[in-house]
């Protein structure tokens, strides 16, 4: 399995970085079926998930960010879940923070982040990945200048090197909630807004980054009506944290020895993978280590 899906990766970002500057790289063709705008680089890499499952002959079903569940050949024993680029915006931009975002699960009723067996974070720009698997002891890491993983010891937020989401989340909100936490690490430590979950769940991996928070979901199950805050800079739609989103980073931080949880501090297993609702969308608090978590949990600002 890690050779199919090293190979998926690397012929999607072969096909994107061939399109990245494209002028119809950046027109938004449309939104995902979770809502999110879908930009001319997406159908490229869409397509060439597609392609490779066709071209590998090997009976799957594939979950992907714009063409939900898709099924090649009878009775498919596997899941894959893809985000054919987490951080499209990076990726047209031709910046670094965008990843192709691949986990595996067995085909079931009702398969859960739990449930993932093997996941994939490859960086865009460079081909660099992290992989790994059920029943290996660690995570592979290849393409890397340095040892890794190789997680931060940081504890104290004003010293933190950490990233936050905004695509969804209505900015005032988010400084709401901390705010006095950027306030206090963006001189000492260091503030960073990636637009791609996996490439700052993938940071921590690397030792660039000790933290990163998206927790637009936890303030609304905190407070439902701030719906339509939600709606109005989510093209109507609630813009949370799918589970393409984070499948694969949840199951290679985790195998990293990295805390990483859900806004209330509980874990993010039970996640379905193919189910794109509101109730189904998570938040995330994910740290390199035990002390720093808690003290993301303790010092942000919850509503309730």
């Not at 079926?33 to 009976?59: C, M, S, T, Y």
């Not at 799957?60 to 987490?86: C, K, T, W």
């Not at 609702?277 to 280590?289: F, G, L, P, W």
């Amino acid at each position: 399995m890690k050779d199919y899906v090293v190979q998926l990766a690397s012929s999607v970002r072969d096909e994107v970085l061939a399109a990245q500057n494209r002028l119809d790289s950046r027109l938004v063709r449309g939104h995902s079926p979770g809502g999110d705008a879908q930009f001319g680089l997406d159908d490229v890499a869409e397509a060439a998930v597609w392609k490779h499952v066709v071209d590998g002959g090997v009976p799957v079903a594939v979950y992907s960010e714009d063409r939900g569940l898709q099924f090649h050949g009878a009775a498919p024993e596997y899941l894959l879940v893809v985000d054919p680029i987490d951080g499209t915006r990076p990726a047209v931009a031709g910046l670094e923070s965008a990843t192709v975002s691949v986990a595996v699960a067995r085909m079931s009723d009702r398969p859960r982040i739990a449930d993932v067996e093997h996941a994939l974070l490859m960086e865009m720009r460079t081909g660099a990945y992290l992989y790994g698997e059920r029943g290996a002891d660690a995570v592979t890491a290849h393409g890397y200048d340095r040892p890794v993983p190789s997680l931060t010891t940081t504890t104290d937020l004003s010293r933190m090197f950490w990233s936050l989401e905004f695509n969804g989340h209505p900015a005032r909100l988010m400084t709401d909630a901390y705010g006095h936490v950027i306030d206090c690490s963006a001189n000492t430590g260091g503030v960073f807004v990636f637009n791609s979950a996996t490439y700052s769940i993938s940071r921590l991996l690397t030792g660039q980054l000790d933290a990163y928070v998206d927790i637009g979901n936890r303030l609304l199950r905190d407070d439902p009506g701030l719906l339509p805050e939600f709606e109005r800079v989510g093209n109507g739609r609630v813009l949370h944290l799918f589970p393409y989103d984070i499948a694969a980073a949840v199951f290679l931080a985790e195998k990293a020895g990295a805390v990483i949880t859900d806004g209330y501090g509980e874990p993010l297993g039970n996640t379905a993978l193919t189910d794109l609702s509101v109730d189904n969308q998570r938040s995330c608090v994910a740290a390199s280590n035990p002390e720093l978590h808690k003290a993301l949990l303790e010092g942000i600002r919850w509503r309730a």
